[in-house]
């Protein structure tokens, strides 16, 4: 449950997005409890600034202040146009503040466990994102490459400095009436880190049949998904899948090492089947999927962009 409202400020697009689902679920599921009540702590929300033309040369200016139960953050993004052949930059200024289920700022989790990598109360970084991808896409097949690269630049006193990089490949192919998808993912980040830069592996997008970053979080992650699809009937589809991903004995090198306290395996293979209807306005999907502690998921989403896998 939530209210979005945007603003158009001559060029500029302001938008609102509040989200009172916390509140809603704890007056309703939760006992009421002595000095509790609906506090302003479990408001999610988002404010973002959207300039399409700073300068008049089409750079692009994104301010977002983000408030979670858990910490907020400001990010401002400046992005210049460049040529398709060139892998994109920008320059992202982030400052991330961990707080509590109280919305105060704490440095150190229940464990007494640093949770920035200042040790202070927030971490401040001024990073430089590069990114730039290949496709080729025919009737019969695709192939879609993206690399992303970030920089953490020590341009002010005690800012983050890291390298942090990931790479996607995926890979599609006609079988008759059927498709076959398989895809890797790989990452890693050096230098400078906090506990929540670390690869989150294990959920939807990753192994499915974990919860989000069940599996694991490190500096390194792997993950490898495929997928085939059978058509069924018209705009009807049948899925197979099998995901499993790793952070390849790097969760140690995380400050705190946050999951071997939460007991993370570090490696996890599911595996499962859907169903999936396209419409006009996209796919609806829904996935059941099964982990290596058999453990049982069911996914329901709606994808934009029509149909196919």
């Not at 796919?283 to 934009?304: C, E, L, P, W």
Request: glycine share 12%.
């Amino acid at each position: 449950m939530g209210a979005k409202q945007s603003v158009n400020a001559g060029k500029a697009k302001v938008d609102l997005n509040v989200d009172l689902t916390h509140m809603l679920c704890e007056a309703l599921l939760l006992p009421p409890l002595r000095n509790s009540g609906m506090s302003f702590s479990q408001i999610v929300g988002r404010i973002s600034l959207k300039h399409p033309s700073l300068f008049g040369r089409s750079e692009k200016l994104d301010v977002i202040l983000d408030k979670g139960i858990n910490d907020s953050n400001v990010v401002v993004a400046f992005r210049r146009p460049r040529p398709e052949w060139l892998s994109q930059q920008s320059f992202v200024f982030q400052h991330i503040r961990p707080v509590n289920n109280q919305g105060r700022s704490i440095a150190r989790d229940h464990d007494g466990f640093p949770l920035t990598s200042s040790g202070n109360l927030h971490d401040n970084m001024i990073i430089l994102k590069q990114e730039s991808g290949y496709a080729d896409v025919n009737d019969n097949s695709f192939l879609k490459v993206n690399f992303q690269m970030e920089q953490g630049l020590p341009l002010v006193p005690k800012s983050l400095t890291f390298n942090r990089v990931k790479c996607a490949v995926s890979k599609g192919i006609k079988l008759g009436p059927t498709f076959l998808v398989t895809s890797l993912t790989g990452g890693s980040i050096v230098g400078d880190m906090a506990p929540y830069q670390a690869f989150a592996i294990g959920g939807l997008g990753s192994v499915r049949g974990y919860g989000e970053g069940a599996v694991g979080s490190g500096r390194l992650c792997l993950v490898a998904n495929c997928e085939y699809t059978i058509p069924l009937a018209k705009h009807l589809e049948g899925s197979v899948f099998m995901d499993c991903g790793s952070d390849l004995g790097s969760a140690r090198h995380v400050p705190g090492n946050p999951a071997l306290r939460q007991g993370k395996p570090g490696f996890g293979v599911g595996f499962g089947y859907g169903i999936h209807y396209n419409t006009d306005i996209g796919q609806i999907r829904v996935d059941y999927a099964m982990n290596a502690f058999s453990r049982k998921t069911i996914y329901f989403g709606i994808h934009s962009g029509g149909g196919g896998s």
